[in-house]
């Protein structure tokens, strides 16, 4: 017999003696069922006056700290609260070892699914806060907060799932080590897709630069027209529309003219051979009196 048929034997006959003891003290299940279903509600009662304490969240400031608990509260599910129920009700009956472990088990898949749902809400509002911050169209970051949920969601469930299965006694090695192998043999296949794609989440994230500003990479200026989950597309000076590949972009030095209040200019003035030295010592002067007049324009040096 293999490892995991003696486990899922182990596992069977550990439910059958639970299952065997609460037959012999029914009536002490029914007043410890009780009690655990008086605790349930006492704790759906709390659950439902902390969310009208906070309130609910299409109510309150988006994207704020008060609304992201008004969100964890209202996807506390309710097997949570039985799992919290049944285990606390559990620690004080004298029952056989094969019932604690039935009730631990179940107690372990409830916190462990209930955490992955808070872990998730918790992500999400983080970027989706981050995201609030743009001040521009959000039509990009609409599509990129596509992506970034289904990356989200399939990181926690595909863990949450790993470690029900490893709090079962189930060798998860073949299985975490299968999906090291296909996560690298889809990166490698869509290799140029991901590397665009996080750098458009790096771009919008960092903010190198925002649609609307003039921006310089290499041999290139133009206007920021819309940055994609793949390229971003720059109005050239000459007009043309130029698409760049948002991976290639950043490896570039990225010149933002539309950051910088103030221009440096050196102006060079010439002057005949003949000009006495006097009047040279005295051309300094004068151009600083000239350039302190003009509005907007500070003077550095002369000399």
């Known amino acids: 017999m293999g490892k995991d048929e003696q486990l899922a034997k182990s596992g069977i006959e550990t439910v059958e003696r639970a299952w065997f003891w609460a ?7 029914l007043v410890y069922v009780a009690v655990a279903i008086a605790l349930y509600f006492a704790l759906v009662l709390f659950r ?19 609304e992201l608990l008004a969100r964890m509260l209202q996807r506390t599910r309710s097997f949570f609260l039985a799992a919290i129920s049944i285990e606390l009700v559990t620690l004080s009956i004298n029952a056989p070892p094969s019932f604690h472990r039935t009730v631990a088990v179940f107690f372990m898949i409830a916190v462990v699914l209930q955490g992955a749902i808070w872990l998730r809400e918790f992500v999400i509002a983080i970027i989706g806060r981050r995201a609030a911050l743009e001040e521009d169209d959000n039509s990009t970051f609409v599509s990129a907060m596509g992506v970034i949920r289904l990356i989200v969601n399939v990181a926690i469930w595909a863990t949450a799932v790993i470690l029900i299965l490893d709090n079962l006694g189930v060798d998860v090695t073949a299985l975490v080590a299968g999906l090291g192998i296909g996560g690298i043999a889809i990166g490698l296949a869509a290799q ?3 590397s665009d794609l996080f750098a458009a989440l790096a771009i919008l994230f960092d903010k190198p630069f925002k649609k609307g500003d003039t921006i310089n990479i290499g041999d290139l200026t133009g206007t920021v027209e819309a940055i ?3 390229t971003t597309r720059l109005r050239a000076i000459s007009g043309e529309l130029v698409s760049v590949s948002n991976a290639k972009l950043l490896e570039e030095r990225i010149r933002n003219y539309a950051l910088f209040n103030r221009r440096r200019v050196v102006l060079g003035l010439g002057v005949i051979y003949q000009t006495p030295v006097e009047v040279l010592e005295k ?9 302190r007049r003009l509005d907007n324009v500070s003077f550095d040096r002369a000399h």
């Open 23 to 29: 037959q012999d003290n029914s009536v002490t299940v």
């Open 48 to 66: 439902a006056l902390l969310r009208k304490i906070v309130g609910k969240p299409e109510k309150l400031e988006p994207n704020s700290w008060r």
């Open 192 to 194: 140029g897709i991901f």
């Open 228 to 230: 994609g989950l793949k």
């Open 283 to 291: 051309l300094p002067g004068e151009i600083e009196q000239i350039v």
